[in-house]
């Protein structure tokens, strides 16, 4: 059973933060090949969305995503990004319900703003699924295909 959290960068143990730096690391440096910087000094202007399971060790990230705040990424939205499910957890519906569960969470933070998104491009008809819309021609970040996609206010 996966336990989740929404919390402030200031809210997050050293722990937590150690463990999504490193599933981070794991899923977009590793498992994708691509050398980018992780770091950019936006964690600390983002909510941090975590799903968590119980592992001998104890708490192990199973999912993760950050909402960055408006006007820090982009000028009037909310950015949902650095989405990710640990490859154990894959084609369980894990990453459904993490961007279900991000969406509601932002509603309630942005009630009356769009949620803008830099999708990679082969994840379109995901995001497509939870009502965001492609706005912007295909471009490359850090040596994949990305689009921007723009979900309506509730």
Sequence with gaps: MIHWQWRSFEQLSLQQLYQILRARQEVFTVEQDCAYQDADCLDQY??????WNA???GQELAAYLRVVFPEKKYPDEPSIGRVLTRASYRATGLGR??????IECTGREYP??????????????????????KV???YEEDGIPHIEMLRKPF
């Design 46 to 51: 983002s909510w941090h969305l975590m799903g």
């Design 55 to 57: 592992a001998p060790q």
């Design 97 to 102: 319900e993490l961007m279900r569960r991000a």
């Design 112 to 133: 009356d703003r769009p949620i803008r998104i830099s999708a990679q491009q082969h994840l379109k008809r995901f995001y497509s699924g939870f009502g965001f819309e």
């Design 136 to 138: 912007s021609e295909p």
